[in-house]
């Protein structure tokens, strides 16, 4: 079973607006680790975001962390149509990630 | 030029062959593994590597085999026994499998199987 899962699966927005996408997760983690993949391709690392940390930035990008929630959040400002992708959240917990189903997010020029 | 490759980008089997999928890095990386991944789902992990002849099963496994002979080489062969094989495969290395704040993982473009 999945151990992260993201809300929503899909989002659209317009250019300019910003993307905020959840992930929930069940058990204690090390960190949390956000990817992008686009369509047909492999996964970017995003950012990490460690257990003891509540919030993290770069760039357009801002990751929240709430341990007692069980949930992360990421935030992309100011959305541009190339940020066109699935965007996956990975916990780890031990030596292993485990991925989520991903948000697909897509931004219309 | 650093990085993670697969081969092939396609690739096609008959029911009943066995099929194996190449991944290369030249990272140094210690840590490798081969996700499987379906249409409109997220990565569930098949195998996994922390070192040279050694690797362990992740949550699929059944119907898939690697060997890991050399670092920088980690293939999948997707036997006769694997039943619904058609997925996106993908390859990723990490620096090391435990330990410290960062575990990314760089990941290969990946190889779409599908069965004829």
């Known amino acids: 079973s999945q151990q992260g899962e993201e809300d929503p699966q899909a989002l659209s927005i317009q250019e300019g607006e910003n993307a905020t996408m959840n992930c929930s997760y069940k058990?204690?983690?090390?960190?949390l680790q956000w990817y992008r993949q686009n369509s047909g391709r492999g996964l970017v690392h995003l950012i990490l975001?460690?257990?003891?940390?509540r919030e993290k930035h770069s760039g357009r990008l801002r990751v929240t962390l709430d341990t007692s929630k069980k949930s992360s959040s990421l935030l992309i400002t100011a959305s541009r149509a190339a940020d066109t992708a699935s965007y996956f959240c990975?916990?780890?917990?031990?030596?292993?990630?485990?991925f989520g189903g991903g948000t697909r997010l897509m931004v219309k020029p | 030029d650093g990085g993670i490759t697969q081969s092939p980008k396609y690739l096609f089997r008959k029911e009943g062959q066995n099929v194996t999928l190449s991944c290369e890095q030249n990272l140094n990386h210690d840590a490798m593994y081969w996700y499987r991944q379906d249409p409109g789902q997220g990565l569930r992990l098949i195998y996994y590597s922390q070192i040279v002849n050694d690797f362990q099963k992740g949550d699929i496994a059944e119907g898939y085999s690697v060997s890991r002979e050399k670092k920088e080489s980690f293939p999948l062969t997707v036997t006769s026994a694997q039943k619904n094989p058609t997925a996106f495969y993908l390859c990723a290395s990490s620096m090391a499998l435990a330990g410290g704040p960062r575990n990314e993982q760089f990941f290969g473009p990946g190889t779409r199987l599908t069965v004829l």
């Open positions: 990975a916990t780890r917990a031990g030596n292993m990630l485990t």
């Open positions: 975001i460690r257990s003891n940390e």
């Open positions: 058990t204690s983690i090390n960190n």
